[in-house]
């Protein structure tokens, strides 16, 4: 990992460290600068005394005096110094941030994933109600001018079958609705019996109330009830 730039220091290591406790103001500021260097350089720095020296801003003849004191802390080859300890830290604080990283990264993935779904879902949707709309359309144009049947011949007087009427205008579905349009029928022709009828009175009634019914999105069977309440009054 490049450019780590943070990373656990154990000061109870320094300060615990009976090596660290016997060192002089000096060396302990030329160790623990070859440790922070160490550590912005991957931990390795080249083992040539002129850039150690430099780094740690002292004099050659100064850092090679402290040098026979703190070297032993360090892994020293012919071309290049670390520290276990240091090599430690850098594996852990790179096996920290890549599991930060590779988490980040997940739920990045998930977020992702989540927003792309709910977009589809509300597409679909969109699509859905488009689809409904365009179909409520069509079946609004198809039915046009069939809201109401095409009434009788009324221009001849003659007895009416009340009970076909009331069932192709409201066409019931359950038994109870049949029930009731079939028993007002009766109760209307027996009102009218002997009498002639062209049904174009109550034939108005039920277009006017199927009209209102529409405005105040009545169903069915509560145009029904209407229907008969005011049959019913009629009747008395």
Not at 165 to 175: A, G, N, S, V, Y
Not at 180 to 194: F, H, M, P
Not at 198 to 209: A, S
Request: one cysteine or more.
């Amino acid at each position: 990992m490049d450019n780590l730039k943070y990373i656990q220091l154990d000061f109870g290591a320094f300060l615990g460290d009976a090596d660290f406790q016997m060192m002089s103001d000096r060396q302990r500021g030329v160790y623990i600068s070859l440790i922070l260097y160490l550590y912005s350089n991957k931990g390795v720095l080249p083992n040539t005394p002129r850039t150690l020296f430099n780094l740690c801003n002292s004099t050659e003849e100064t850092f090679n005096e402290d040098w026979e004191f703190i070297k032993k802390k360090f892994v020293i080859t012919e071309t290049e110094i670390s520290h276990n300890r240091v090599d430690r830290e850098i594996e852990k604080a790179i096996a920290y941030y890549t599991k930060k990283r590779m988490a980040g990264e997940l739920s990045g993935i998930a977020r992702r994933e989540k927003a792309k779904k709910k977009d589809e879902h509300r597409l679909n949707s969109d699509r859905t109600q488009d689809e409904l709309s365009k179909s409520k359309v069509k079946k609004k144009k198809e039915n046009k001018g069939k809201d109401f049947k095409k009434p009788l011949d009324f221009t001849v007087e003659r007895p009416y079958n009340f009970k076909k009427l009331f069932f192709d205008e409201f066409e019931p579905d359950t038994q109870y609705e049949k029930n009731t349009l079939s028993k007002l029928a009766k109760d209307y022709g027996e009102k009218y019996k002997g009498l002639k009828h062209t049904g174009r009175y109550i034939f108005d009634k039920i277009r006017d109330l199927k009209e209102m019914g529409k405005i105040q999105k009545k169903t069915r069977l509560d145009m029904i009830k209407i229907f008969v309440s005011q049959i019913k009054k009629e009747l008395k």
